[in-house]
């Protein structure tokens, strides 16, 4: 999966940000990494992270999911109210879900969980960026009343804004263009991770975040299908 990932997207072409203040996971990182070509820059910090975002522009940003600003705010979410649009892929202590919507509604585009795994951590930041792309070569979807723009990055119902985490952005995306028909569990799996879905079972929380705005606004019913997968309704 990997490999194939590789032939998708040129590593040398890869910038990534890596904003850490552990020094050992910061060198694990490097020493894995940049041998195979990846163009990597270091942040210890917050400021540092806002400093290197000044000057450079990155295909993925690789973050410490404890970092904040100065007010105890998430890094992560500053990033994303600062219209940061590259995947963001944080290294968490936690081993559990339960922290799983808050990182995804606050922004972050996959976790990775402490031990570190080197491997896994390449692999989801290829993912990341490969839908990133994605992302930015979709037109524009409209259905029942629900207007996504993939350059933009919005989603409107009846001009109203509807705001998503990145995960569930793009598990909306697939489902309009193929709605009103099933998508599979597995199809939609691979949309969000190609060939690497996590170990947890995190679609079904981006499908509760997904279905749970949807119902907010009182658009297309996101509906499951048992043992097949999901698909968006019109309302009656």
């Given at each position: 999966?990997?490999?194939?990932l ?8 890869l910038?990534?940000?890596?904003g850490?203040?552990?020094?050992s996971t ?5 020493a894995?990494l940049e ?12 400021d540092?992270v ?12 690789i973050?410490d ?5 100065q ?10 109210i ?20 808050r ?6 585009d ?5 031990p570190l795994?080197?491997?896994e ?7 990341s960026?490969r ?8 037109t ?6 629900i ?6 990055h919005?989603?409107?119902?009846d001009?109203?804004n ?6 569930a ?11 009103p028909?099933?998508?599979s ?12 879905p996590p ?17 907010k606004?009182n658009?297309?019913?996101l509906?499951?299908v048992?043992r ?9």
């Amino acid at each position: 999966m990997l490999h194939s990932l590789k032939k998708q997207l040129s590593v040398f072409d890869l910038h990534l940000l890596v904003g850490t203040p552990d020094v050992s996971t910061m060198k694990n990182i490097f020493a894995y990494l940049e041998p195979m070509g990846y163009q990597l820059d270091s942040a210890a910090n917050s400021d540092e992270v806002h400093n290197c975002l000044k000057t450079s522009s990155y295909e993925a940003i690789i973050l410490d999911a404890q970092l904040t600003d100065q007010n105890g705010i998430p890094l992560y979410t500053c990033l994303r109210i600062s219209n940061v649009a590259s995947p963001i892929i944080l290294l968490t202590p936690d081993t559990t879900l339960e922290n799983l919507p808050r990182y995804l509604n606050g922004g972050a585009d996959d976790i990775v969980t402490s031990p570190l795994h080197l491997l896994e951590l390449e692999a989801r930041v290829l993912a990341s960026i490969r839908l990133a792309r994605a992302h930015l070569a979709s037109t524009k979807l409209s259905w029942a009343g629900i207007e996504l723009d993939s350059l933009a990055h919005t989603v409107t119902c009846d001009g109203n804004n509807l705001h998503l985490p990145p995960m569930a952005f793009m598990l909306l995306a697939r489902l309009m263009k193929a709605a009103p028909n099933v998508v599979s569990r597995s199809e939609l799996q691979n949309e969000l991770y190609g060939d690497t879905p996590p170990n947890s079972d995190a679609l079904r929380t981006y499908i509760h975040i997904l279905r749970s705005r949807l119902e907010k606004v009182n658009k297309p019913i996101l509906k499951t299908v048992p043992r097949v997968g999901f698909r968006l309704m019109p309302m009656p």
